[in-house]
């Protein structure tokens, strides 16, 4: 099965500075990846994906970059917020519908 | 706000005991999901549904049962549960079970086995 590797399990960044999240796939069928934010006391909620046709994908400060080749795909936040402090997914599937998940990256917002 | 409610938000049972737990969504899907999240690890999947229909059971014990009623009903009933079994229980609701449809979370169970 697939098997999902993200790192790293812990961020501290500066109010204004950038964070990156990487995480790595097994399974070279994989074709879709969503990344998932879970605040405090809430479920995941998605904030944007990508999928395998596509190498790079922007929603105002958060961007996705996916490189087949290697395996692997980034999150991106500029202008890092307090609240974008929370628990990130990565997460990987191909053509059936079981989502993999990685182990989650905690990322603080320093003021 | 999300569309996937869970309930109760926490619950604390002993290892003999039977409760249950309840999702419902009201976002017109059709596929619903368990999962469990236990800390620094990722999220399991337990067990999917497609129509009412079961169409997978990821090698879970049998002491975790699910029901699913109709497309927007879930129910996970639980009985001589282990310490182990502690974690936080997600439902989850897609369009369809096809990966490409996000999943959209209820905010969890918080279950506590003593």
């Known amino acids: 099965g697939e098997n999902v590797e993200q790192h790293p399990s812990t961020l501290s960044v500066q109010e204004g500075d950038s964070a990156v999240i990487k995480c790595t796939y097994s399974?070279?069928?994989?074709?879709?990846f969503p990344w998932y934010k879970q605040e405090l006391g809430k479920g995941p909620q998605l904030i944007i994906d990508?999928?395998?046709?596509?190498g790079e994908k922007k929603d105002q400060r958060i961007a996705v970059t996916l490189n087949k080749t290697a395996k692997h795909f980034s999150l991106h936040i500029t202008e890092t917020q307090p609240e974008d402090s929370a628990v990130y997914f990565c997460?990987?599937?191909?053509?059936?519908?079981?989502?993999?998940f990685g182990a989650g990256t905690t990322v603080t917002v320093r003021a | 706000e999300t569309g996937v409610t869970q309930t109760p938000r926490h619950l604390v049972m002993g290892m003999t005991n039977k409760k249950s737990l309840k999702c419902e969504q009201h976002?017109?899907?059709?596929?619903m999901y368990w999962y469990k999240q236990s800390a620094k690890k990722p999220l399991e999947l337990m067990f999917v549904?497609?129509?009412?229909?079961?169409?997978e059971n990821n090698s879970v014990p049998s002491r975790f049962s699910p029901e699913c009623p109709n497309s927007s009903h879930l129910f996970l009933h639980l009985h001589t549960l282990q310490p182990e079994d502690s974690a936080l229980y997600l439902c989850?609701?897609?369009?369809?079970?096809?990966?490409?449809?996000?999943?959209?979370f209820g905010n969890g169970t918080r279950l506590t086995v003593t």
């Open positions: 989850a609701s897609s369009p369809r079970t096809d990966t490409r449809s996000p999943l959209h």
């Open positions: 399974d070279s069928a994989s074709n879709y």
């Open positions: 990508i999928r395998s046709n596509v």
């Open positions: 997460a990987a599937s191909n053509h059936d519908y079981k989502l993999s």
């Open positions: 976002l017109g899907h059709n596929a």
């Open positions: 549904y497609n129509f009412k229909e079961q169409t």
